[in-house]
């Protein structure tokens, strides 16, 4: 595989360097523990941002379904959780102990089947991953080896979101229903509420978070990530160039896809809890605004973006309840229309010439060596 | 599930069911007759078409509440003009927004899913600031309650028949625009090669306002239609876009026969499987369905080609 010369350009380095600084050191100084956990809660979103930036910027791909494997991810996870808070001596009261608390509300004496493997954590790490992979899977290889694709796909990716969600709610003796699943204890006998605990799931949640951006700048900068961007501009030439368009789709889907899973796992720990309301069309779609504010060709820009939107969406429904869907709306629109590539569109316009023009004066030798233009804006 | 009942009690359930979800049929052919063609004809997606419904919705209301506090004796007829009066407010909003936002975005048709989606939101937000948040309900004219006796097991009701009238009427029309007249002819124009249509002297920028603002309009009646079977409120047409464009895409796009089809089966089927299970459980299998029949037709029933 084709690697360019180093993994990170030098405004990637420079945006990598930032990025850890502010989620390795900085927040975790400056911020008490509710605040640290609600910038973990920020960044579970920043996750599946990672992914879509991958699917939609660079694949061209966009899933409003987003939320579906966030949901998965996060209902496995909360499976293991929950199914560890209801042991036999937890439940005492219960009619049936042992099995978790909606479903005795619900008349179930038994534990379903598909509950009985979550019992295992290795199990649920591979499912956490799995489950909403292979559903990508299926979806994409039905969608995209018919060559369907722009906003059929989008259209039907929320159809899908829909169904998960109205089945989630509907089916409250196994899921939890419209609550969730709430309740959530300890992970292996290790109580994940008091604080030292979120901060400990904090860090995990970074390095997680660090990890899937070191694989997701991998994929860009390999002949992968080069394809995908070919496959969005051109799609037929790649086709006439003799790849299989469609399994590249697939690909970029399925990563998208277990990005979101991940970020859904990590959602359950830190918050707590796992709901149908991060499921639906809404949070689907609050996931796309997300990187389109960010931006969608960047990586870090659409990190920057899940932080900074769900920061704006905190304090401003906190104080301002009505004016929130109002900017939230206004928000959108302006993206659309004024700025496509986002908040990292802005920094490579306005800020970066200036922090070049500053390297440049100071080394005193223009011209070197650039590859930046992957962040650019893309050719419309 | 069917065990339970006799043929004769199946045949009766069936109609029945099949004659209460006329409603929700004409709701579904009104309000996808209006995305197919924003959608079909002109490429935008338009996912604020729910809250353009809603704001028919809102209009109906407000003119049942003006009759009955000013025209008690004419209250009987309300409902011709709140159609009118829906049908003007959501097309002139439809062409103000498409002045304002669609026609920077044509070329874009992916980024008027977002752009739309955020006008949407932004109009939920108008309507809960201007109506409440709670939900207002529509008192019906007394002619329009009850229903017919045809045999001993079956009742049809009257307003379903109403507006399924009415839907076939619309749907003529927009069939006879679009196809027979001057006008129609230009949209098709437009919508096949945008400079061509320019550089032989039709405008097509009023071309595209006034399609816009007609499916719009359409949308509005699909609210007042809505008003019977449903309570509004500020976010109750999200509820209905996902099931739209649904109906849209599995008729197959450009389509108008299409979507009639698509919106006749999807909604009778949900409405006939809502009697022997949940609403919640009817409606997943409905638009399992639906989507699984379209990963095997991704063309939808009726299309020609959607290939890109």
């Given amino acids: 595989m084709i690697i360019t010369s180093r993994f990170f350009n030098r405004s990637e380095l420079m945006g990598f360097i930032a990025l850890a600084a502010v989620l390795f050191v900085i927040l975790p100084l400056t911020l008490d523990v509710f605040r640290l956990n609600l910038v973990a809660k920020y960044l579970t979103y920043a996750f599946v941002a990672l992914g879509l930036v991958l699917c939609w910027g660079y694949g061209g791909i966009l899933s409003l379904g987003q939320g579906v494997f966030f949901g998965l991810g996060g209902y496995c996870m909360a499976m293991f959780l929950k199914l560890e808070a209801s042991s036999v001596e937890n439940t005492k009261i219960q009619s049936t102990p042992g099995i978790p608390d909606f479903m005795d509300w619900n008349q179930i004496t038994s534990l379903p089947l598909f509950w009985q493997p979550f019992h295992s954590l290795a199990f649920t790490i591979l499912a956490i991953i799995l489950v909403p992979g292979l559903f990508a899977l299926i979806i994409g290889t039905a969608m995209f080896k018919r060559r369907v694709g722009g906003t059929y796909f989008a259209i039907i990716t929320q159809a899908v979101a829909a169904i998960l969600t109205i089945l989630i709610v509907g089916q409250q003796g196994y899921t939890g229903g419209i609550n969730g699943m709430t309740d959530l204890r300890t992970l292996k006998g290790w109580d994940i509420r008091p604080d030292h605990a979120k901060i400990v799931l904090y860090f995990v949640e970074v390095v997680l978070l660090f990890a899937c951006i070191g694989i997701a700048q991998f994929i860009r900068l390999t002949k992968l990530g080069r394809i995908l961007v070919a496959m969005r501009e051109q799609e037929d030439r790649v086709r006439f160039s003799g790849y299989s368009v469609a399994n590249f789709k697939i690909f970029a889907f399925c990563m998208a896809a277990v990005f979101a899973a991940i970020g859904g796992a990590t959602f359950a720990l830190n918050v707590g809890f796992m709901s149908p309301s991060f499921v639906g069309i809404v949070p689907s779609i609050e996931m796309v605004i997300y990187t389109a504010v960010g931006g969608r060709m960047s990586i870090f820009g659409a990190i920057w973006g899940a932080i900074l939107v769900n920061f704006a969406k905190t304090s401003l429904s906190e104080s301002f309840p009505q004016l929130w869907l109002f900017g939230l709306g206004a928000l959108f629109i302006a993206v659309v229309l004024a700025f496509p590539n986002g908040l990292s569109g802005l920094w490579a316009d306005y800020v970066q010439p200036r922090i070049d023009r500053l390297f440049a004066s100071r080394k005193a030798k223009p011209g070197w060596n650039d590859n930046s233009v992957a962040d650019g804006a893309p050719a419309e | ?308």
């Fill in chain 2, 1 to 308: 599930m069917f065990g339970d009942y006799s043929l004769g009690d199946l045949g009766s359930i069936f109609v029945m069911q099949g004659f209460a979800g006329l409603i929700l049929f004409s709701v579904y052919v009104l309000m996808a007759l209006g995305l197919a063609i924003i959608f079909g004809q002109m490429g935008v997606i338009n996912m604020a078409h729910g809250e353009f419904m809603i704001l028919g919705a809102y209009v109906t209301w407000m003119t049942s509440n003006l009759f009955q506090a000013y025209l008690p004796s004419l209250f009987s007829g309300y409902f011709f003009l709140a159609m009118i009066l829906a049908f003007v407010a959501s097309g002139a909003l439809g062409m103000l927004v498409e002045w304002a936002l669609i026609r920077h975005l044509y070329k874009r048709p992916l980024d008027t899913l977002l752009a739309t989606w955020g006008l949407s939101l932004m109009l939920q937000q108008a309507y809960r600031s201007v109506f409440g948040a709670r939900e207002v309900g529509v008192e019906l004219p007394q002619w329009m309650l009850g229903s017919l006796h045809v045999t001993d097991s079956i009742e049809v009701p009257i307003n379903g028949v109403f507006v399924m009238c009415l839907t076939v009427l619309i749907t003529i029309s927009v069939a006879y625009v679009l196809y027979m007249s001057r006008w129609g002819r230009q949209v098709r124009a437009v919508v096949q090669n945008r400079i061509m249509a320019g550089a032989v002297g039709i405008n097509t920028e009023k071309v595209d306002r006034y399609t816009f603002g007609l499916g719009c309009g359409i949308a509005g009646i699909a609210g007042s239609a809505f008003t019977m079977i449903g309570s509004t409120g500020p976010t109750s047409g999200q509820l209905y876009i996902v099931d739209t464009f649904l109906v849209v895409v599995f008729g197959g796009a450009a389509s108008l026969l299409g979507t009639i089809a698509s919106a006749f089966s999807i909604s009778q089927t949900q409405s006939t499987l809502e009697f022997f299970m949940s609403g919640s459980m009817a409606k997943v299998l409905t638009l399992l369905a639906v989507v699984g029949i379209l990963m095997l037709r991704p063309q939808g029933l009726f299309a020609l080609k959607v290939r890109k």
